[in-house]
T-cell receptor, first 112, second 109 residues
């Protein structure tokens, strides 16, 4: 079945550490991929998206993601996290349908 | 330009009561969605509407009904609320990307 997987459920980092959150999808066709962030008590906000072209996508707040088609992956990265990055992060894709399917999310805690 | 709006923000129901969650968008988007968010389970799609006049089931449609009233509005109805429907509900619309409403926190006692 088509799905989006996030294997890191809970990540704890110190400020200035580097971040990489995994996202994999199962679908053999063309995909649109998204990363969303949800700060405590708020709704989801778009961090970045990939539709086509350069597989290295830069988003807001210093985040970037790399689409690797051969690995069916779209991992999110940030070179140096801040306490304000504490949030939940969701990967999502349409997987060839008109339904946006979300991963189960990764909770990131950043300690000063 | 308010984006996606939802009402109410909070609601407490007793088991068996009914209610309708309202959602509206002012971005002229064709597609609209209802999700529920539960701890550890991410966002699960309840129903969606690819265009005015059409609705389709998502991953977890049981216990819910929807109405795409017009292009702007997409409502979610719980006919007989159950404690398992305690959740945070998000409405969303899709244009070049998906925009989310602020959410409705529903508790069913």
């Amino acid at each position: 079945a088509q799905s989006v997987s996030q294997h890191n459920h809970h990540v704890i980092l110190s400020e200035a550490a580097s971040l990489e959150l995994g996202c994999n999808y199962s679908y053999g066709g063309t995909v649109n991929l998204f990363w969303y962030v949800q700060y405590p008590g708020q709704h989801l906000q778009l961090l970045l998206k990939y539709f086509s072209g350069d597989p290295l996508v830069k988003g807001i707040k210093g985040f970037e993601a790399e689409f690797i088609k051969s690995k069916f992956s779209f991992n999110l990265r940030k070179p140096s996290v801040q306490w304000s990055d504490t949030a939940e992060y969701f990967c999502a894709s349409f997987l060839g349908t008109d339904k946006l399917i979300f991963g189960t999310g990764t909770r990131l805690q950043v300690f000063p | 330009n308010a984006g996606v709006t939802q009402t109410p923000k909070f609601q407490v129901l007793k088991t068996g009561q009914s209610m309708t969650l309202q959602c509206a968008q002012d971005m002229n988007h064709n597609s609209m969605y209802w999700y529920r968010q539960d701890p550890g389970m991410g966002l699960r799609l309840i129903y969606y509407s690819a265009s005015e006049g059409t609705t389709d089931k998502g991953e977890v449609p049981n216990g819910y009904n929807v109405s795409r009233l017009n292009k702007r509005e997409f409502s979610l109805r719980l006919e007989s609320a159950a404690p398992s429907q305690t959740s945070v509900y998000f409405c969303a619309s899709y244009g070049d990307t998906q925009y989310f409403g602020p959410g409705t926190r529903l508790t069913v006692l």
